[in-house]
């Protein structure tokens, strides 16, 4: 079975500094791999995803991510984040058997952006 | 927005009773799945439904049922509730892609049981 995992449960930097939010998936297989921002009192709302191919890819609102195999890890990165960042931010894979398929969440990152 | 819609908003109802939360799917997607968001379990899996047909299941409680319409809409239906089941409650479709598995999120309906 799939697993995720959010080791950081919350987080605080300054508007302006760079940001890395840690995951680490558990798959048997070439995962299909998913950050998902929720604002509070909001909806899950996709930042990026991997799928296959090129290991770094872009997303909304400059964020980008990183798959790295070998560590079994999808680092979310930004280089300078905005206070309008601060949310709670969701790490999942994704399995798909024909048309059965579902995403496994990590816990989430709590960020927080002082001023 | 995107594209997802579920109704209501919000919920309160008292333990022992029944409620039904809705979902419309994004235009032309088959999939919808439904999620559940509680503080102490995070963000689970409750069941999927393609094309009118259940074909995933997670860690739905026997109390809960689900069904999708020809229209494509989805129903989750939860009875004899109890305090633990108040959480948010999403709704999530996908296109007919079957190369990859990306969700849309509705905004969720919170469910407060008293």
Redesign the interface.
């Known amino acids: 079975a799939q697993s995720v995992t959010q080791p950081d449960i919350h987080i605080t930097v300054s508007e302006g500094a760079s940001l890395e939010l840690r995951c680490n998936y558990s798959y048997g297989a070439t995962p299909y791999l998913f950050w998902y921002v929720q604002s509070p009192g909001q909806g899950l709302q996709l930042l990026l995803k991997y799928f296959s191919g090129d290991t770094l890819v872009q997303g909304i609102k400059g964020f980008e991510a990183e798959f790295k195999r070998s560590q079994s890890s999808f680092n979310l990165r930004k280089p300078s984040v905005h206070w309008s960042d601060a949310a709670e931010y969701f790490c999942a894979v994704g399995a798909r058997t024909g048309t059965a398929s579902k995403l496994t969440f990590g816990t989430g990152t709590r960020l927080q952006v002082t001023l | 927005d995107?594209g997802?819609t579920q109704t209501p908003k919000h919920l309160i109802t008292a333990t022992g009773q029944r409620v039904t939360l809705r979902c419309s799917p994004r235009s032309g997607d088959l999939?919808v799945?439904w999620?559940q968001q509680s503080l102490d379990q995070?963000?689970q899996?409750l069941i999927?439904y393609?094309?009118g047909e259940e074909?995933?299941k997670?860690n739905i409680l026997e109390r809960f049922s689900a069904q999708q319409f020809p229209d494509l809409h989805s129903e989750l239906n939860l009875s004899s509730l109890e305090l633990g089941d108040s959480a948010l409650y999403?709704c999530?479709s996908?296109a007919r892609d079957?190369?990859?598995?990306?969700?849309?999120?509705?905004?969720?309906t919170r469910l407060t049981v008293v």
């Open positions: 995107s997802v999939s799945y999620y995070g963000l899996f999927q393609y094309n074909r995933a997670g999403f999530a996908s079957r190369k990859n598995t990306e969700a849309f999120f509705g905004q969720g």
